[in-house]
């Protein structure tokens, strides 16, 4: 019989992620701000409770993943909070995808409450986080760790071990979001100027694949630049913008300028400018195309 | 017993590909400008031509493997020069990273003796060269490449078909290259992003690699990057600034604008400008360390 | 005899404002958060006050010259701030660079106690303040731009009126900031190319001046960029990067891409992140010179 | 009775200036590719050569005023061309936009026949050549730049002395339309971030112009910018695409980065990509509002 987790925020990357806890066996108390999205996960067996502070046992572990700082910050320092019911034992796993300098503001505050948090940040989009074959970045202090690694395996196939600083697996989520950013935009380029050439894009997409970039991203969003196919959004580009704009201003704390970052700057707010935001965000690939007067149906 | 094949260029690539040949059971015609770079090839019994006109049998097969377009026109233009004795039945593999446009333009002057001119360009580093294992991209009439597959197979895992436009394996290999460009730079600055974040760049290099980035491009440059170790050139900057300077004249000419390679021209400039020229061209890491006010010895 | 003015923020530009005023024969009533720079201002007649809320009369005329939106959220909205003690009658004039947002909430929030607020945004250095030269751009509800005129000639040899959008100022001086950095880095690499083809930066920066950018822009800092004279900083590169964050944050939320403050945002940020921040923005010019190799003693 | 002057290449801008000489009251001898081109200037009394080496008296001085360095050097070097007839006393003043290096080399081809090249770059439109209000950068031997000061006096208002050696003026040159770029695009940007601020374009250039930007570059584009009046092209996008490419290869070249340049690079190809680059290359303006949504008729 395995024990009772809290889980808030039930949206694109939770829900799976709650349904997969569901199947191998947890309890779960969930709560979300919109609470038509728990319809689901309270046929199969979840708990809705009204509050965020309702979503904690005494001693026990709560998830998080939420859109962003701010909501995670509601969640948990408002007055009806996470942090009201938190004490001794509890563990916060925070899942959302936010700034390292927040993680660390809230590990200060869950100590003073002598509560855990930990940040277990994740890459993939929902399928992935159904079949739990997430990867996950893992920061905080070492026995809560290892306290929830079970718990983590089954959302991810591979839990990565970012030390001790609550920050640490936000930097690495940021950076991620930003390679693979960079990865389409130079994908996107490289096609807009093989068609250009009268080239066949997703013959030059293929080859480059199997030559130099034979990896999961680079075939996955490969097809879809290839086939200007970016209506099915499973990352928005305007959630995609989101995240670039926390690597930014983490950069812009950590006093480490990133050029290209920066330049995909401009490409995203381009095309939200222009009504992509609600698109996926390898759209960054109708970018490339239209500036080089490409234009497709 | 195999048939005899010239070879124009035996510098930093061009040499295991010969000696690769030689070890295949292929006889060797072979021409350098500089003739001192020849010795280990003529001790395995490769004959060594004055003219690059020399190289070609009757009705034989030539592989060219040159710095740049300059060396290319000048080896087959020249008084001596190859296309003197070209005439129907030969054909001509161009080995090089030189512009499509080239290409086109000595198809046209191949087809004008009736000789063949094919486009065979590569990836890989010379040991990768040495066991026969690079990626080849083919371009140029259909019987032509047919008649020299097994050659490139020797040389090659995995050969790319491209079409029969004799520029399209310029196109494709140029597209890879500033994708590896782009892969490398953005690496660099994640790395020095996680490290003013007090985050280990070897820690964050594997992690980044296991999860999303598991292909040989990112693994093997993700090393040298997190080693900050740049001073043992597989493939130097000034060389790499070259190819990217070919990117963007055919981006030019193609009207397919590539910001990302304006941005890398920007950086791979800089470094040259302070002298690191030389270096392997993943020193684009050490520039955005400096950048970030990162000093490593 | 003239009104009684508040003035809040002294600092480098408030504080020579505050003089202007009083030497044009205006009482003061002065507040800054740190005392110590009221020195100067007391021995010339101005009364110290406590509180933000005691710099107003009733349906007086009240300044801020402060730092940033958060400085100026903090005097008007906090416990004893300014907002407590304005009602009908009253004008608070924003001088202060701040985001076009903030002015559109604090005029909404200042026309609940029934008080105008208006923007009035500067142009020049701290000695351009002391002569009483800005140039100010001014935007709010036309009856309460009328009533101030008299006082912002004082300040001012030119005031431009921005229209009723209370925000309106604050887009104009981020604009006239950006294209001034702009201007100052276009310079600067202009006069590294020069140098780096061995001609005089101090030639070449008159050449220039006299024959297309005839303006004191380009004259004044032209001077510094070709002397590399930044160590006298009459505008801190960290706070013209404040500045040009703010350009950014609004060109994100007014959805209009900024290529160039983009390309300025690295600029700025890596020398900042080399140690550059407290020399003038001008600094640029240090970027620009080391970038191309060249080293100034 | 004033001396005859060569002058090959009458095009938009050589027009004008050949025409100014003959109302100073200067003889001349004419050459253009397209003879066509010379009809106005043989009404006002020149004499049409047949070939570039014709157009020089012995010891005379010969203007050219061409559109690249390809067509420079074939005018002066080709079988008929200028250099087979100069010798002792022969100045060739050469007012094209070209590479420092061409001069550089074009000065030492005119020594070994004892006739010196000078460099004399314009700045202005073809109606500012035609009131003889040209910027120009004079670069070359003293003695031969003291000789042709009375005719360059003709053609402009400001005759700049960039010393000795011949590419100066070239550097000064490309600099200068460098910087002109650069302010064009951060006007645009900023015309395009107020009009989507909702503030009306032409009052916040007028504010700006007052302001800060008080020269006649920033008020005739800014007026052009606001309008978004790019069809009367004075000097075509394509056109200033060409110089812009100058001015990077110099700057690979003399190995100065040159960022802004690296950024109009992929503005100024964007635009010629969607089919601008007959336009005025203030278009640079339409870039910047197209990109940020905005549509104008």
């Not at 591979?158 to 989520?173: F, H, I, L, R, S």
């Not at 935001?277 to 239209?290: M, P, V």
């Amino acid at each position: 019989m395995k024990e009772t987790i809290g889980f808030i925020g039930t949206g694109n990357m939770g829900s799976p992620m709650a349904m997969r806890l569901l199947k191998a066996g947890y309890k779960l108390k969930v709560y979300n701000r919109t609470k038509s999205k728990l319809g689901t996960l309270i046929e199969r067996g979840a708990e809705a409770v009204e509050r965020p502070a309702d979503a904690a046992e005494p001693g026990g572990i709560v998830i998080t993943m939420l859109a962003d700082d701010a909501a995670l910050r509601e969640v948990t320092f408002e007055a009806d909070g996470l942090l009201k019911s938190l004490g001794p034992g509890n563990v916060h796993i925070s899942m959302s995808t936010i700034s390292p300098d927040t993680s660390r503001e809230m590990a200060v505050k869950h100590h003073e409450v002598s509560a855990d948090y930990l940040a277990a940040t994740v890459s993939g989009r929902p399928e992935v986080a159904a079949e739990g074959k997430l990867g996950i970045y893992l920061s905080g202090e070492k026995a809560a760790k290892e306290r929830v690694m079970a718990i983590l395996h089954e959302l991810g196939r591979n839990v990565a071990n970012c030390g001790e600083d609550p920050g640490a697996a936000n930097v690495v989520k940021l950076a991620a979001n930003f390679m693979l950013f960079s990865a389409v935009e130079a994908f996107a380029e490289a096609l807009a100027f093989a068609e250009k050439q009268k080239l066949d894009r997703t013959s030059v997409m293929n080859m480059l694949c199997d030559n130099l970039f034979d990896c999961p991203v680079y075939r996955n969003y490969g097809k879809l630049l290839a086939a200007q196919d970016y209506e099915r959004p499973a990352f928005k580009l305007k959630l995609a913008f989101k995240d670039l704009k926390l690597a930014i201003q983490t950069s812009e704390s950590a006093e480490a300028p990133m050029r290209l970052a920066e330049s995909l700057h401009n490409r995203m707010l381009s095309l939200i400018a222009t009504g992509k935001g609600d698109c996926d965000f390898s759209a960054i690939g109708r970018g490339a195309a239209e500036e080089a007067g490409l234009v497709h149906s």
